[in-house]
């Protein structure tokens, strides 16, 4: 199959690097600028690169620069992608892999994945009830095949096709195929987002790592979650479910979660599932949480049953180290600070100052009081320039390269009020020493905070 225009660069976009948080918005920003082109026709390299370079961004000259910078990064990998993705071939890749994965995180022998089907819309063929739905896939199991018509399978929006993803999907889909089996109440539509979404997100990527062990697919498939999903409210609303899946998993790790599911299955009415959802937010080990939310007349017996199930299950799997990488890393999805763009452009000057080392001064009170009386020229209420220290001197002020102070006036005139609010934000530190005001990029920390990712630029 061809891929669409926005398959296309969400896969650009997944391998990171950008300058604008959330950098899934340039998708939303291209279609306005295009005056309602969807980006849904056909990925051509070349036609879709020329589209996109014809969308200009102009607020001001810092966000306009930044957002060159990134449609330029975008551009580059979109040029050097395939139109063609064969997503069959992908999924018999991957489909042997899938029932030792089946038996592992749910326990259930002899399953076996449907193949995708790719539909224009949903659900072409059968009925239109959905035609307007904007959804990536959807696993159709027995209870819904009866309700909508469908035949039961695995459906996947062409336009919505993503490399990277799609890798990713094919397990999220195959997870509600599992857990239709191993928690669903027979015949009975029983849709409870943030145990069945969350679940099938994070032990749908623990999946895709077990198989490939891919990292750079991991990464990207992270990428998809933190930079391009944030933009769609019915995606932020599956990361609450996955965050909570994460928690009941560290706490309960799998032989819990397993007794969890066979108790949905048999007594999915009992439980009140939102006030588990509400527990294990609160911190209650998801042992306590359920006992808790459970509704029925049986609590004893309830309580022995889970406790039996979870030990029977200990004899099977549990999670591994890879699958811990795999949770820990999509529990760790902060979202950065998003700055305004001359406060980013700003650190940036700051970061470019830092490596010319001729425009560095230090304080004098950050030199050693001994070595002070060795160097000519210092006074204890000026600036010293650091390229006029000896080699020796330097060696001996420990940290020195931390302790680099920044003359305002060395400072673009456009940037200054730029480094005014980082100051104020403490992300460096201002200083007046004798006349003259200075900026030390390292006492805010801001080579640490923008090394650590937690700052990007806002649109
Ligand atoms: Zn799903």
């Known amino acids: 199959m061809i891929l669409s225009e926005r398959g296309a660069i969400r896969a650009a976009i997944a391998h990171g690097g950008f300058h604008l948080y959330p950098a899934g918005r340039i998708i ?40 060159e910078e990134d449609k330029s990064l975008l551009c580059s990998r979109l040029k050097e992608m395939d139109a063609e993705y064969d997503l069959e071939s992908l999924f018999s890749k991957i489909a042997d892999s899938i029932p ?26 059968y009925n239109d009830l959905y035609k307007d739905a904007d959804w990536f896939a959807f696993n159709v199991n027995n209870a819904e095949s009866k ?52 679940l099938a997100d994070i032990i749908g990527r623990m999946m895709i790592y077990a198989i490939t062990g891919d990292e750079k697919l991991l990464r990207k498939i992270k990428y998809f979650k933190t930079e391009i999903e944030v933009t769609d409210s019915r ?17 309960g790790r799998l032989p819990l979660v397993k007794a969890l599911l066979k108790a949905r299955k048999e007594h999915a009415f009992e439980i009140d599932w939102g006030a588990l959802a509400e527990s294990i937010k609160s911190g209650i080990d998801p042992h306590i949480g359920i006992i808790n939310s459970y509704k029925g007349t049986k609590k004893d017996t309830f309580q022995k049953k889970i406790m039996r199930d979870e030990s029977n299950f200990r004899k099977e799997a549990d999670l591994n180290q890879n699958d811990l990488k795999v949770l820990t890393m999509f529990l760790a999805c902060q ?22 080392e001729h ?41 020195i390269e931390t302790k680099i102070a920044i003359k305002e006036s060395d400072i673009p005139e456009n940037l ?14 201002k200083k007046r020493i004798g006349e003259e005001i200075l900026f030390e990029p390292y006492g805010g920390g801001l080579p640490f905070r ?9 649109w």
């Open 147 to 198: 309700e909508l018509g469908v035949p039961v399978g695995a459906y996947y929006k062409r336009d919505q096709v993503s490399p990277g993803m799609t890798e990713f999907s094919i397990l999220h889909e195959a997870n509600h195929a599992m857990q239709e089996i191993a928690s669903l109440p027979p015949g009975v539509h029983h849709y409870v987002p943030w145990l069945d979404e969350g």
């Open 450 to 458: 923008l090394a650590s990712g937690e700052i990007r630029c806002a």
């Open 100 to 125: 030792a994965l089946a038996k592992k995180y749910y326990g259930i022998e002899g399953f076996k994945p449907s193949v995708p089907r790719i539909v224009e819309y949903f659900f072409q063929g």
């Open 416 to 429: 200054i009020s730029g480094a005014e609010a980082l100051a104020n934000k403490y992300f460096i530190v």
């Open 335 to 356: 979202p950065p600070a998003a700055l305004p763009p001359l406060e980013y452009k700003t650190a940036h000057f700051f970061m470019e100052a830092i490596k010319k």
């Open 28 to 67: 939303e920003y291209i279609k306005q600028s295009l005056l309602g082109d969807e980006l849904k026709e056909n990925f051509d390299p070349i036609r879709t690169v020329e589209k996109i370079n014809s969308v200009s961004f102009a607020i001001d000259a810092f966000s306009q620069s930044v957002f």
């Open 359 to 399: 425009s560095h001064f230090i304080d004098p009170a950050a030199i050693p009081e001994g070595l002070r009386h060795n160097i000519a020229g210092l006074q204890p209420n000026s600036a010293f320039p650091l390229s006029e220290l000896s080699e020796g001197i330097k060696k001996k002020i420990e940290g």
């Open 235 to 251: 995606k932020i609303s599956y990361h609450f479910g996955e965050q909570l899946a994460c928690l009941m998993l560290m706490r």
